[in-house]
C-alpha cells in the first residue's frame, strides 16, 4: 500500500520557516513515522507572503468572537490577509485528500488548540485554535488533527496513527465502488476496534447498516462520520478488557487448556497494569495464525504497523 498523506507545518520538517529563521524539526516525523507517511509541507506566514525572518505574531481578541492576528511590536493586523490565503489553500489541500495533519503547537497560526488569545483589557489570555488550524478543522472537518507536543504523549499518538490508517482503510473500500453487503463486511472487520473506542458509536452503526431504506451513498458517508467519531475516543483498559475477554471466548474451544491459562493470565495480567495491551494482542496473534483462525483477522488486532510499537504503553 502506498503511504499515507498528511499535511504538516513546514517548521516540523526542518524548513527554516519561522519567524527568527529557525526550524523545529520533531525527530519522530523522519523517524519512526517517516516510513509510513508522506508529507505536504505548509507554512501559512511564508505562503501568504510575509519574509523571513519577520516579527512575531500573536492572537488578539475576546471569548466571544474570532480573535485578530497582530504583530507584536508595531500592532499590524495580518488577520484578513491570512485568512483570504487560508481558504484558498485549504481548497487546494482538500483537493489532496489529506489523511491527517501535524500541526505546530501553540502557533497563532498552526496551533489546533492551546493557543493563547490575549485581551486587549489586560484579562488573563484564553485559548483556542490558531487562524489557519481553524479554516482546516471547519473545512476538513473528518480529517484527524494533532499537534507535535501530542505526539509525545504514547496514548494520543497511537490514537492519532489509529485514525490515519483507518482512513487509509476506508478509502481503498471505497476505490471498490462497494455496495451494502460490502459496507456490512467492511464493518465486521472493524467492528471490534470501534468498540474498543465507543460502545455507543458502535450501536449507532449496527442501526445504520440494519437501515433497509438509507440510500448506499448517505450510509457511506454516514457510516465514515459514525466510525471516524468513535475512533477519536480514547480505548480505555476497560474497554479493551471487554473486547480481550470476548476474542477469549471466541478462542475458548480451539485451544488447549494449557493454551487458554496462558491466554487468560496474559489478560488478567493486563487487567491489573502489570503489562501493556500488546503482550496479550500479540499473544492472540499467535493463536489466531497457529490455528488459523481467519475470524479473528479482525482491525483490532491489527490497526496498524508493528514497528510503530504503539500499544506499549499501560
Given amino acids: 500500500m502506498s503511504n499515507i498523506r498528511l499535511g504538516l507545518s513546514a517548521c516540523l520538517g526542518g524548513e527554516k520557516v519561522r519567524y527568527d529563521g529557525g526550524h523545529r524539526l520533531e525527530p519522530l516525523i523522519p523517524g519512526s513515522l517517516g516510513q509510513y507517511l508522506e508529507f505536504t509541507p505548509v507554512c501559512p506566514e511564508v505562503e501568504c507572503g510575509l519574509g523571513v525572518p519577520r516579527e512575531p505574531m500573536r492572537l488578539v481578541g475576546r471569548t466571544d468572537s474570532p480573535p485578530r492576528l497582530l504583530t507584536v511590536h508595531s ?78 504523549d504514547p496514548e494520543l499518538r497511537e490514537n492519532f496513527i489509529e485514525r490515519l490508517f483507518f482512513q487509509r482503510r476506508w478509502r481503498e473500500f471505497l476505490g471498490q465502488r462497494p455496495d451494502k ?36 451513498p448517505e450510509a457511506l458517508s454516514a457510516y465514515q462520520t459514525l466510525a471516524l467519531a468513535a475512533l477519536k475516543l480514547p480505548a480505555t483498559s476497560r474497554k479493551n478488557l471487554r473486547i480481550l475477554d470476548h476474542l477469549l471466548g471466541r478462542l475458548k474451544q480451539t485451544l488447549s487448556r494449557q493454551e487458554r491459562e496462558e491466554l487468560r493470565r496474559a489478560v488478567d495480567s493486563y487487567r491489573r497494569g502489570e503489562t501493556p495491551l500488546i503482550v496479550p494482542v500479540t499473544l492472540i496473534n499467535h493463536y489466531a495464525d497457529k490455528y488459523r483462525q481467519g475470524s479473528l483477522q479482525e482491525s483490532y488486532l491489527h490497526p496498524h504497523p508493528l514497528e510503530l510499537k504503539l500499544r506499549y504503553h499501560a
Fill in 75 to 152: 500592532g499590524r493586523d495580518l488577520t484578513r490577509r491570512l485568512l483570504v490565503w487560508a481558504r484558498r489553500r485549504v481548497g487546494e489541500l482538500a483537493r489532496e485528500d489529506l489523511s491527517g495533519f501535524i500541526f505546530k503547537s501553540a502557533s497563532p497560526s498552526c496551533g489546533p488548540a492551546r493557543v493563547k488569545v490575549h485581551n486587549e483589557g489586560g484579562a488573563p489570555p484564553a485559548t483556542g485554535p490558531g487562524l489557519f488550524a481553524r479554516v482546516f478543522m471547519a473545512h476538513l472537518p473528518l480529517v484527524p488533527v494533532v499537534d507535535e507536543e501530542q505526539l509525545h
Fill in 181 to 216: 453487503g460490502q459496507l456490512a463486511a467492511f464493518h465486521d472487520r472493524h467492528r471490534l476496534q470501534i468498540l474498543a473506542h465507543s460502545p455507543g458509536h458502535g450501536r449507532r452503526l449496527e442501526q445504520l447498516l440494519a437501515s433497509e431504506t438509507l440510500p448506499l
